[in-house]
């Protein structure tokens, strides 16, 4: 599979775009004005303990103040899936005080009203391994397979680690094959940046951003780019200088694949991607069979209607709504990356009487979220024909990043009719004409509601004057959208 990266740089603005066999998959921005939070660790004052929610409110120098749950703070027993030795979560005024100053990072950013999410539970990383300063166990990424390679990496870190920081370590995906030397360089240069963070706490005053995670180019670099990446162009010599750089110093296999695009043509009009980013943020989603998918994203939950459209099948309509699921599944996959959808997400095939065509349809989508960066859990087909599944989320989804809230509808994605209007309209001039002596009603619509005014309600409107005795009149407001 070709697999590119092509980055686009403005002052105010950072794209970086996944686009596999000429199709984009992933855009990531990044405002200068707004980045993002996550990774980042500060040295906060607890500001509120509610023991109702086992949760406190963390000042750590935002405008809202951040969450801390008592559970990231001490879990449970054993060992997570990353390796973190866990507790049993004891209650949360137990563990925190209010005005008690404490280290958090941040592990989701702000989204919508709610603040960032915290936990002390801090993680480091390089571009082999995650360090974890509060644990000493030593895990392997699931996605390296092999028990050999698995045994060796541990043994590797096992053996080095003691003379650098003596902490918790994960060995990423891309430490896989990775030398002893590329291994002690990533051990020595967590030590190095741990001994800063640690100065930095001891010194600096509650409030204040203590480590900052990488901007999103150098970001994607450490986390994203792997070997099936065949190109990362940019379109900003600066920024090319700065990847190669890095590149040459901590993934040298990647540094010859770094180009500069200095071409006339904007670098995301190569593959449409303009085109569609302004897709991804409609509500429907056309299928190549002529069915179409049907996304709506609400502060709770994502939901996404699954319909054969146009499509009309050449055999039966149960093998027609088979192939429509299966073409779906695909694209479902396609659309949470792009749109950066997290949280819980329900998604609604189309109805199958045979098991084996339920059976095929879910395996499709399992495996075409394998290539998902964000881990993600799928359910079996309910009852009701739903597939429930959950999407982690870390970041503010395409949508709330690039728009806002309707101030017409207040995010409702509707408007009423004209006819509704016309009738609100009748039952205010009402209202007026009992509180005003005025000589006559002046009324401002917008264009659509004075068209049916005059037309097919002007017999109400006439009614209506008879009945005040007053004239109405009305002008069109073209700022009215209805």
Known sequence: MSEELLINITPHETRVATVENGVLQEVHIERARRRGLVGNIYKGRVSRVLPGMQAAFVDIGLERTAFLHASDILSESAADENGRERRAVEEIDKLVREKQEIVVQVVKDPLGTKGARLTTHLSIPARFLVLMPDCQHIGVSQKIEGDAERQRLKGIISEWAPQYVEGGYILRTAAEGANEE??????????????????????????????????????????????????????????????????????????????????????????????????????????????????????????????????????????TIFKTNLEASQAISRQLRLRNLGGIIIIDFIDMEEPEHRRQVLR??????????????????????????????????????????????????????????????????????????????????????????????????????????????????????Q
């Open 182 to 319: 590329a291994l002690r360089k990533d051990l020595e240069f967590l030590a190095k940046l741990w001994a800063a963070i640690t100065e930095r706490v001891a010194n600096e005053p509650a409030g204040s951003l203590i480590h900052e995670d990488l901007p999103l180019v150098m970001r994607t670099m450490r986390d994203l780019v792997d070997c099936e990446i065949e190109k990362v162009r940019i379109d900003s010599r600066e920024t090319y200088l700065k990847v190669y750089k890095f590149s040459s110093k901590f993934i040298p296999e990647l540094a010859p694949r770094v180009e500069h695009y200095s071409g006339e043509r904007p670098i995301f009009d190569i593959y449409g991607i303009e085109d569609e980013i302004q897709r991804a943020l409609e509500r429907k989603v056309q299928l190549k069979s002529g069915g179409y998918l049907i996304i709506d994203q609400t502060e709770a939950m994502t939901t996404i209607d699954v319909n054969t459209g146009a499509f009309v099948g050449h055999r039966n309509l149960e093998e």
């Open 364 to 481: 499709s989508l399992e495996k075409a979220l394998e290539r998902d960066h964000a881990k993600t859990h799928i359910t079996e087909v309910s009852t009701l024909g739903l597939v429930e599944m959950t999407r982690k989320r870390t970041r503010e989804s395409l949508e709330h990043v690039l728009c806002e809230t309707c101030p017409t509808c207040s995010g409702r994605g509707t408007l009423k009719t004209p006819e509704t209007v016309c009738y609100e309209i009748f039952r205010e001039i009402l209202r007026e004409a009992r509180q005003y002596d005025a000589n006559q009603m002046l009324v401002l619509a917008s264009q659509e509601v004075v068209d049916k005014l005059l037309d097919e309600e002007s017999t109400s409107v006439a009614e209506l004057e008879e009945f005040i005795g007053r004239p109405v009149k009305f002008q069109v407001e073209y700022l009215y959208t």
